[in-house]
């Protein structure tokens, strides 16, 4: 049974920091790319940050890059994303995903709310 389980989420000031993890189970974690996505009230869900299977390579959106960090353990099969200087527009449901070609698995997410 493939499970996505994210943690790490809550409330937050803003300008501060918060650090999600997603623990990946009933996969072979270490050959899928791993990423972080959002949706906010309202809005279409957006991608957050990626990294490859290996770790060798990232990517984020503009809106965060420099704020927010994205790294793996494929030996404990968690993905992690470390975020600081927070703002009240990082206000969102936080979603891990992973993905190998036609093989895609989606988390439940957990909230993070920042306020101002």
């Known amino acids: 049974q493939v499970q996505l389980v994210e943690s790490g989420g809550g409330l937050v000031q803003a300008g501060g920091s918060l650090r999600l993890s997603c623990v990946a189970s009933?996969?072979?974690?270490?050959?899928?790319?791993m990423s972080w996505y959002r949706q906010a009230p309202g809005k279409e869900r957006e991608l957050v940050a990626a990294i490859t299977s290996d770790g060798g390579s990232t990517n984020y959106a503009d809106s965060v890059k420099g704020r927010f960090t994205i790294s793996r353990d494929n030996a404990k099969k968690t993905v992690f994303l470390e975020m600081s200087s927070l703002k009240p527009e990082d206000t969102a449901v936080y979603l891990c995903f992973a993905d190998r070609g036609p093989r895609r698995y989606w988390g439940q997410g957990t909230q993070v709310t920042v306020s101002s």
């Open positions: 009933g996969f072979t974690f270490s050959v899928y790319a």
